[in-house]
């Protein structure tokens, strides 16, 4: 899962709103995760949320598989700030390349060569940087009252 977040994430981070579709195998359903860049915060949107009175965030399924996706997205936010921090090898420059993550191991990412950033990644980057994203710490937050929870939905 963490590639096929973090790779896309390069060229739409940036946005004002990122909408994330999270499958849930076990119970055939999408939730949403929503970036949204502009109050610092991840959203959580389910349509099977369960009543209030039962709800528990530690205890539902669907945040739990979207806390893990933000998980991802914090190791994708922190590897953009460790660029500035650690240099690339072979003597690449920060402005024009990135790292490529094509495999993932037990410890986590691993970088498998470098890319030329395209346009779009380096305003992400920058934009990222300049905002200071990394220090921002993003919370998620489950959506208790969206109007897809409702009965007749």
């Not at 709800?55 to 460790?82: E, G, L, P």
């Amino acid at each position: 899962m963490e590639l096929s977040i973090i790779n896309p994430l390069w060229s739409i981070f940036s946005k004002d709103l990122v909408f994330i579709p999270v499958h849930h195998e076990v119970s055939h359903h999408y939730t949403l995760v929503l970036i949204d860049n502009e109050a610092r915060c991840f959203y959580h949107l389910n349509s099977m949320l369960p009543p209030r009175k039962d709800y528990s965030a530690d205890t539902n399924n669907h945040f739990q598989n979207a806390m893990a996706v933000v998980k991802h997205i914090m190791v994708f936010i922190k590897r953009v700030y460790d660029s500035i921090k650690y240099p690339l090898s072979q003597g690449l420059d920060l402005e024009e390349w990135r790292e490529n993550y094509d495999k993932q191991n037990i410890q986590g990412i691993v970088v498998d060569g470098y890319s030329m950033m395209s346009a779009e990644e380096k305003r992400t980057k920058r934009w990222m940087l300049d905002q200071n994203v990394y220090q921002a710490r993003y919370k998620l937050k489950d959506i208790l009252s969206c109007p897809q929870q409702k009965k007749t939905s």
